[in-house]
């Protein structure tokens, strides 16, 4: 496909359970970002990716946050021993390129549903 | 660090009719991009509208067009002859020129009346 993908689609999961979230950005795209989203609030910077490489991890709530990306493509963000506070909307969007002068737009996936019990 | 507020958790329109959603931000920095996105109950976000920060032209595109203040660091949207579809969430993002980083507002759902 030509868009974003995120899977799964939706995650349940008991509380104190680890998981992986994964997305497939479009082909060519450099930049990756993930973004969560609680009930009824806006989006939240979580972590972005040039390559494989973090530039920027600000946004990583706890450290049992944490993300990669390899071969310049997938990204994987893992929860570890996952919180009902973390019970969110979990987006990934990619990008063209950075710093070209003009600003490239962020495609977004449909994101994962992450439900903590 | 920069922020986004948008101070109007809904907004609702009849049908035809112009609605304005505003947003302010703050930033210390000279270089940047402002956005639109639209979430409807699919989640999908959608790239309504984008404007350059060293430009002065509002943008506009087709039925959406935008209020670009900057030295009040004000950025609102207007939806003209609003339409069903219309209906959705709506977002303000602050886009970091240096990385693409996009800070968000905490949205205004739009409702749109036949």
Redesign the interface.
């Known amino acids: 496909g030509a868009g974003v993908s995120q899977s799964p689609s939706n995650k349940v999961t008991e509380k104190g359970k680890d998981v992986e979230l994964r997305c497939d950005p479009i082909s060519g795209h450099t930049?990756l970002?993930w973004?969560r989203q609680s009930l009824?609030?806006?989006?939240?910077?979580l972590i972005?990716f040039?390559g494989n490489s973090a530039?920027?991890k600000s946004g990583l709530p706890s450290d049992r946050f944490s993300a990669e990306r390899t071969g310049g493509s997938v990204s994987t963000l893992t929860i570890q021993r996952t919180q009902q506070e973390d019970s969110a909307?979990y987006?990934c969007?990619s990008?063209s390129s950075?710093?070209t002068g003009?600003?490239?737009?962020?495609f977004?996936g449909?994101?994962t549903?992450l439900t903590v019990l | 660090a920069q922020t986004v507020t948008q101070s109007q958790p809904e907004m609702s329109v009849q049908e035809a009719e112009t609605v304005t959603l505003s947003c302010t931000y703050d930033t210390s920095e000279s270089d940047y991009y402002l956005f639109w996105y639209k979430q409807p109950p699919s989640r999908q976000m959608i790239l309504v509208i984008r404007q350059e920060a060293y430009k002065q032209q509002n943008a506009t595109e087709n039925r959406f067009s935008v209020n670009f203040q900057k030295a009040a660091k004000s950025f609102s949207l207007k939806i003209s002859d609003s339409q069903l579809g219309d209906a959705a969430m709506y977002f303000c993002a602050y886009g970091s020129s240096n990385t693409g980083k996009l800070i968000f507002g905490q949205g205004t759902t739009l409702q749109v009346k036949p």
């Open positions: 930049a970002y973004y009824g609030q806006g989006l939240e910077f972005y040039q530039p920027d909307v987006l969007a990008r950075v710093g003009t600003h490239n737009e962020q977004f449909p994101g549903r």
